[in-house]
C-alpha cells in the first residue's frame, strides 16, 4: 500500500467517489459516511442553514409585508408591530450573547427591522426626506451594532447600506435633474468606498478578527471594487461622443490600471489571495480584449475587409483567454508551492 | 460545518470501517488516489473564463463565416460545422495545452451553432414554417448530445445543455405559449438532477451535466415568475392558471423529500424524528410556498450531501436573487407574497428548533 497516497485529508467527496467506483462496498461506505460526517456535523450544518434561510425568508417576509399598503391598518398598529419585533431582537440578541450564532442573526434581523421601522415612519408621516437620507440615517443608528457584532452578514449588510446610501445621493442631490454628461465619478467613488472596506478587511484579518476572513466576503469585495472602477474604464474605451461631441475624459481610465497592479501585487505577495488574483487577472483579460476590439473595428474597417477583422479578432480573443488562463494556471501552482512549508 | 479531519489512511484503519473493507480495498483505493493526484482538473475560474472567451470567440468566428459570404446555403452551413466540430474533436484529442484547447472549445461552439442552423434551415426548407423553435431545439438535442459523447471538454458539456434548456423556453414561451409546458420542463429538470446526482457514478462525463440541470433548474423557476402577469406589457403565455406555481411547488416538495430518504439510507430511517419533521415540513413548504423556496433548499441539502460546494454557492446566490424576481411577480399581492415569504421562513425556523431539541437529546442520551 502507498502510504503517502493515503496521507491526504479524506471529505465527503472522496468516500462517495470511492463508493460509485467500487472501491468501498455499501456497508464499508455507509460507516465511512458516518466517521467522516457524524450526525452531530449533520445537525450543526441543518441548525445553521436552517437559521439563515428561516431568517431570510421571515426578514425578506416582513418587507413584504410592510411594503403592501394596508390602508385598514393604523399606523400606530404597523409603527408598534414593527417596534415589539426589533427590541425583541435586540433583546434576544443581548440575552443569548453575540457569542452564539443565533444572537448574531437577532442583530443583524434588529438592524434589518430597524430600516423598515424608518421606511414605515417616512411613509405615514410623510416627512419629505429623501431616499438617501432613510438609507445613510439606517446605516449611522445600526453602526454601534455592526461594530459589537463580529458578524460578516452584518457588516456586508451595513456596506451595501452606505453604498445605496451613496448612489442615491448621487442621484437626488449632486446630479437631481441628470444633467451632468459625466457620471463616471459615481463609480470612482463607489469603487474607493468599497476598496477602503476591503483594505480595512484585509487588515483586520491580519489582526485576528477572522469573523471577517471568509472567502465569499473577499471575493464579493474585490468583485465590487474591480467592477466599479472598470465601468470608467469601460466609457473611455467605448466612448461615443468621440466622433460628434467632448471625448470621455481618459482621466477616468487612470485609476483602474493603478487599482488592478496594486491589487495585484497586495494580493500576489501581501496577502496570498488566488481567487483575488484569478478576478484581477480575467477582468483585466476583459478590459484588453475591449481595448483591442475598439480599436480594430473602429480604427481601421475602412482599410481591411471586415470579415478578416472578424476572424483575426476571434483568434486574438482566444489567445488573449489562453494566455490569461496559462498565466493563471503558473499563478495557482507557484502560490500552492509557496504556501507548502 | 467542517467533517471529521481525518486521512484516507486513518479512515480505513478507523474500527467501524476496517470490519467491512475486503482484503485488498486499501490497496485498490491507494492506487486510485495516486491516479486522481495525476490529472488535476482546471480550476473553476479558469473553465469559467475559458467558457466565456471560447464563446465570444465562437461568434465572432461565425460572424467572420456570415460576413464573409463563405456559407451561402444549409448544406454549406452543415459541411462548415461538421469540419469545425471535427477540427475540435482532433485539436482535444492532439493537443493538452492552453491554446490548442481554447481554440478547439470555440470551434466546438461555432460548429454546433452551424450544424443546428444548417439543419434547421434544411428541414424548415422541406417542411411548412411556425415550429422554428422546435426544429432547432430537436436539432441542438441531436447535435448536442453527439458531441457531449464525444467531445471530452467540461465547458462544453456544462454549456451546450443550458443551450438546450434555454432554447425549451423560448420554444414553450413563442411557439406553445401554455404555461402548463414549464412545469413539465421543471419536472424534466427536477428529474434529471435526481437520477444524475442520485442514480449515477457522477464521474467527469456526467458532471457537467449535474451541475447544468441544477443551474437550469433555478432559472427556469426565475422566468416563470416573472411571466406569470405581463412582462413589460407583454403577455407571453395565452392564459395563466389560477395558483400558476402548484404542480412545480408540489413537485419540488416531493423531490426534496425523495432526496431527504434516499440521503438518509431509505424508508427504514422514516421512524426518525428528525427526518419526520423535516419530511413534514418539506410537504408544508409544497403546499402553501413558492418553488424557489425548494429549490434553494434542496440545492443546499445536495451541495452539503454531495460536497459539492458549487451546488451550495448556487442555493445561497438564486434565493436572494429569486426573493427580488419574486417581489415584482405580477399575479400575486404582496400581502399574498408576504404570508408565502415569512410563513416559510416561520417553519424553517420551527423546524430548526425541533432539530435543535432532538439533537440535544441525542448527545445527552
Not at chain 1, 423598515?116 to 445600526?142: K, R
Not at chain 1, 483591442?292 to 482566444?318: K, P, S, W
Not at chain 2, 470567440?57 to 471535427?86: E, K, P, Q, Y
Amino acid at each position: 500500500m502507498n502510504e503517502s497516497s493515503l496521507d491526504t485529508p479524506v471529505d465527503i467527496k472522496t468516500v462517495r467517489r470511492l463508493h460509485q467506483e467500487g472501491y468501498l462496498t455499501d456497508e464499508a461506505f455507509r460507516a465511512a459516511l458516518k466517521v467522516v460526517r457524524p450526525p452531530s456535523v449533520w445537525f450543526a450544518w441543518a441548525e445553521r442553514q436552517l437559521l439563515f434561510f428561516g431568517s431570510a425568508l421571515l426578514l425578506s417576509g416582513i418587507m413584504f409585508f410592510f411594503a403592501y399598503n394596508w390602508a385598514a391598518m393604523g399606523k400606530f398598529i404597523k409603527l408598534g408591530m414593527i417596534e415589539a419585533g426589533l427590541v425583541a431582537c435586540a433583546l434576544g440578541a443581548y440575552k443569548l450573547g453575540l457569542h452564539k450564532l443565533t444572537g448574531k442573526v437577532l442583530l443583524l434581523s434588529a438592524s434589518v427591522l430597524l430600516g423598515i421601522l424608518m421606511a414605515v415612519y417616512g411613509q405615514t408621516y410623510q416627512t419629505g426626506a429623501d431616499a438617501y437620507e432613510l438609507f445613510v440615517g439606517w446605516a449611522v443608528l445600526i453602526f454601534g451594532w455592526v461594530v459589537i457584532s463580529e458578524f460578516a452578514a452584518l457588516w456586508l449588510f451595513w456596506l451595501v447600506l452606505l453604498n445605496t446610501g451613496f448612489i442615491l445621493y448621487w442621484i437626488q442631490v449632486v446630479d437631481p435633474v441628470h444633467s451632468l454628461d459625466d457620471w463616471q465619478p459615481i463609480f470612482l467613488l463607489l469603487g474607493a468606498l468599497n476598496g477602503v472596506a476591503l483594505v480595512l478587511r484585509e487588515i483586520a484579518v491580519k489582526k485576528g478578527f477572522t469573523f471577517l476572513d471568509g472567502k465569499w466576503l473577499g471575493g464579493l469585495l474585490v468583485t465590487a471594487v474591480l467592477t466599479a472602477f472598470t465601468v470608467p474604464a469601460m466609457s473611455v474605451i467605448f466612448d461615443h461622443h468621440y466622433y460628434y461631441g467632448e471625448p470621455v475624459s481618459i482621466g477616468y481610465a487612470v485609476p483602474w490600471p493603478l487599482v488592478a497592479v496594486g491589487a495585484y501585487l497586495c494580493y500576489r505577495r501581501l496577502w496570498p489571495n488566488m481567487l483575488a488574483v484569478a478576478l484581477i487577472l480575467m477582468n483585466a483579460c476583459l478590459l484588453v480584449l475591449c481595448a483591442i476590439g475598439r480599436l480594430m473595428f473602429d480604427g481601421h474597417r475602412y482599410y481591411y475587409n471586415e470579415e478578416i477583422l472578424f476572424l483575426v479578432f476571434a483568434l486574438i480573443i482566444i489567445a488573449v483567454v489562453s494566455l490569461t488562463a496559462f498565466g493563471l494556471k503558473k499563478i495557482a501552482a507557484t502560490m500552492a508551492k509557496e504556501r507548502t512549508p | 460545518m467542517k467533517d471529521a479531519t481525518l486521512t484516507l489512511g486513518e479512515l480505513l484503519n478507523h474500527p467501524e470501517v476496517t470490519p467491512f473493507l475486503r482484503e485488498d480495498d486499501a490497496d485498490a483505493i491507494a492506487s486510485r488516489m495516486e491516479k486522481r493526484d495525476e490529472a488535476p482538473k482546471d480550476p473553476i475560474y479558469i473553465r469559467i473564463l475559458s467558457g466565456i472567451g471560447a464563446w465570444v470567440a465562437s461568434l465572432f468566428l461565425i460572424g467572420f463565416l456570415g460576413v464573409s459570404r463563405i456559407i451561402t446555403d444549409d448544406a454549406g452551413a452543415i459541411v462548415t460545422g461538421v469540419i469545425l466540430l471535427a477540427t475540435a474533436l482532433f485539436l482535444a484529442k492532439k493537443c493538452t495545452s492552453t491554446f490548442p484547447s481554447q481554440l478547439s472549445l470555440a470551434f466546438a461552439f461555432a460548429g454546433n451553432v452551424m450544424v443546428v442552423g444548417g439543419l434547421m434551415e434544411l428541414l424548415l426548407h422541406s417542411h411548412s414554417s411556425g415550429n422554428e423553435m422546435l426544429v432547432l431545439l430537436l436539432s441542438h438535442a441531436v447535435v448536442c448530445t453527439t458531441i457531449y459523447i464525444l467531445y471530452p471538454s467540461v465547458v462544453y458539456r456544462f454549456a451546450a445543455p443550458l443551450a438546450f434548456v434555454i432554447i425549451a423556453t423560448i420554444w414553450a414561451s413563442v411557439e406553445v405559449e401554455v404555461f402548463w409546458v414549464m412545469h413539465i420542463l421543471v419536472a424534466g429538470e427536477m428529474l434529471l438532477l435526481g437520477v444524475l446526482l442520485l442514480h449515477t457514478r457522477r464521474s467527469a462525463f456526467i458532471q457537467p451535466l449535474i451541475r447544468a440541470t441544477a443551474t437550469m433548474l433555478p432559472a427556469t423557476l426565475f422566468f416563470m415568475n416573472l411571466t406569470q402577469g405581463a412582462l413589460l406589457d407583454w403577455h407571453i403565455w395565452k392564459a395563466i392558471p389560477q395558483n400558476a406555481m402548484l404542480p412545480s411547488t408540489a413537485m419540488l416538495a416531493g423531490g426534496v423529500i425523495y432526496l431527504l430518504s434516499r440521503l438518509t439510507g431509505g424508508p427504514q430511517q422514516f421512524r426518525q424524528p428528525w427526518l419526520i419533521v423535516a419530511m413534514v415540513a418539506t410537504l408544508l413548504l409544497g403546499l402553501f410556498t413558492t418553488p424557489g423556496v425548494l429549490v434553494a433548499v434542496g440545492l443546499l441539502i445536495a451541495g452539503y450531501a454531495f460536497g459539492d460546494r458549487a451546488l451550495t454557492a448556487l442555493a445561497y446566490l438564486f434565493l436572494p436573487c429569486f426573493l427580488v424576481v419574486f417581489y415584482y411577480a405580477m399575479n400575486v399581492s404582496l400581502a399574498q407574497k408576504s404570508g408565502m415569504i415569512a410563513g416559510s421562513g416561520l417553519l424553517l425556523l420551527l423546524v430548526r428548533f425541533l432539530i435543535q431539541r432532538y439533537s440535544v437529546k441525542e448527545v445527552e442520551a
